[in-house]
């Protein structure tokens, strides 16, 4: 199997003013000083994203944001382009996140978009999928994420994809304290593996890093990478703390 390097990503959702979220990565950032290896990333709100990236500039920690738009600019109140997380310091972007799907509106159309937009501009796209409880009890799991993955990805070139990320987060899991069993993770891993080699080559297939994001804690971090298909966490309420996070990053 080629080496893809870990990356282990702390979604920071609606929570941290611009102090807290300075004084939460600054503690970060010593606790994960001896770190090699492995790709860390914080996605604070928007309104932190600059004062954080004056912290976390040139150091181990990478930054992203939760969302994006997909026009450069315009008459688009309360949205933010790729240019500006650019100014802000951002390297990712999270897209297509269950809760955006959920409470926002989020479609697997406006997911390409925002998907298009930023790999363009040169961010890094987290593209997230999962399946609610019910579709998993109507074992609806695989024509689901099948779908978001064609839909999300449509009319994306080789190049386009080349830095995508994917986070497989069941929908199920994620804030419930519920997770996945290993071999529930490992199947649903291999599948999209699977989906990317079909669409675009074994090449990128076993370059692309695909993240597992749900209840994942420091008790059961290190079972889930050793799974051969994870190559990271997307991780949400466990990377508030800077204590639990770094435990989580010294998987």
């Known amino acids: 199997m080629e080496y893809r390097i870990p990356l282990i990503a702390g979604n920071w959702k609606m929570f941290k003013?611009?102090?807290?979220?300075?004084?939460?990565?600054?503690?970060?950032?010593?606790?994960?000083?001896?770190?090699?290896?492995?790709?860390?990333?914080?996605a604070p709100p928007f309104t932190s994203?600059?004062?954080?990236?004056?912290?976390?500039?040139?150091?181990?920690?990478?930054?992203?944001?939760?969302?994006?738009?997909?026009?450069?600019?315009?008459?688009?109140?309360?949205?933010?382009?790729?240019p500006m997380l650019i100014s802000a310091g951002c390297q990712y972007v999270i897209i297509g996140h269950s809760e955006r799907r959920q409470y926002f509106g989020e479609t697997n159309e406006t997911v390409n978009k925002k998907i298009k937009a930023t790999s363009s501009s040169g961010l890094?796209?987290?593209?997230?999928?999962?399946?609610?409880?019910?579709?998993?009890?109507?074992?609806?799991?695989?024509?689901?994420?099948?779908?978001?993955?064609?839909?999300?990805?449509?009319?994306?070139?080789?190049?386009?994809?080349h830095s995508l990320v994917i986070a497989y987060e069941p929908v199920w899991a994620i804030g419930t304290g519920k997770s996945a069993t290993p071999?529930?993770?490992?199947?649903?891993?291999?599948?999209l593996r699977d989906m990317i080699e079909k669409r675009f080559g074994n090449m990128l297939a076993k370059a692309t890093r695909i993240l597992y994001g749900g209840s994942v804690k420091p008790e059961n971090v290190s079972e889930l990478m050793a799974l051969p298909d994870v190559d990271g966490a997307l991780v949400g309420g466990a990377s508030l703390n800077p204590d639990s996070f770094s435990k989580i990053i010294h998987f």
């Open 49 to 82: 994203l600059a004062v954080v990236s004056e912290v976390v500039r040139n150091t181990r920690i990478d930054l992203g944001a939760q969302d994006i738009y997909w026009e450069k600019e315009g008459a688009f109140t309360g949205e933010i382009s790729a």
């Open 17 to 42: 003013n611009c102090n807290e979220a300075v004084d939460a990565a600054t503690q970060l950032l010593d606790l994960v000083s001896d770190i090699e290896n492995v790709d860390i990333l914080i």
């Open 124 to 161: 890094i796209p987290i593209l997230c999928v999962g399946e609610t409880e019910a579709q998993r009890d109507e074992k609806k799991t695989f024509s689901v994420l099948d779908k978001q993955i064609e839909k999300g990805l449509e009319d994306l070139t080789f190049d386009e994809h």
């Open 183 to 191: 071999e529930q993770v490992q199947e649903v891993h291999a599948f």
